[in-house]
Nanobody, 123 residues
Framework: QVRLVESGGGLVQAGGSLRLSCAASGRSFWFDTMAWFRQAPGKEREFVSYIALSGSPTSYTDSVKGRFTISRDDAKNTMYLQMNSLKPEDTAVYSC????????????????WGQGTQVTVSS
């Protein structure tokens, strides 16, 4: 059974940092694109970042560029999202995804999804 499990969320003050992890099990994803999405209360799911096989290319939504860094450790079958200079508007449930079903990895159409981890940034 394929599973994606996120961890690392929590409550942090504005300007702080968090590192999210997405641990995969059940199969290897080293040849697949993986991504992070987030969903704030009352809003639609939003693309945050994706990373292709071997770590390149990567892409970020404009609002997190320069603050967030996506990476992957294929030996551990794990993807990460380092989030720095966090802002209250970053508050959301962050979910990881793997294996895009359409050509644009920024679309929320992936085969596998995690349950999500809550990130709350206080002002």
């Amino acid at each position: 059974q394929v599973r994606l499990v996120e961890s690392g969320g929590g409550l942090v003050q504005a300007g702080g940092s968090l590192r999210l992890s997405c641990a995969a099990s059940g199969r290897s994803f080293w040849f697949d694109t993986m991504a992070w999405f987030r969903q704030a209360p009352g809003k639609e799911r939003e693309f945050v970042s994706y990373i292709a096989l071997s770590g390149s290319p990567t892409s970020y939504t404009d609002s997190v560029k320069g603050r967030f860094t996506i990476s992957r450790d294929d030996a551990k079958n794990t993807m990460y999202l380092q989030m720095n200079s966090l802002k209250p508007e970053d508050t959301a449930v962050y979910s990881c995804a793997a294996v895009p079903l359409v050509g644009d990895p920024r679309q929320a159409t992936y085969r596998f999804w995690g349950q999500g981890t809550q990130v709350t940034v206080s002002s």
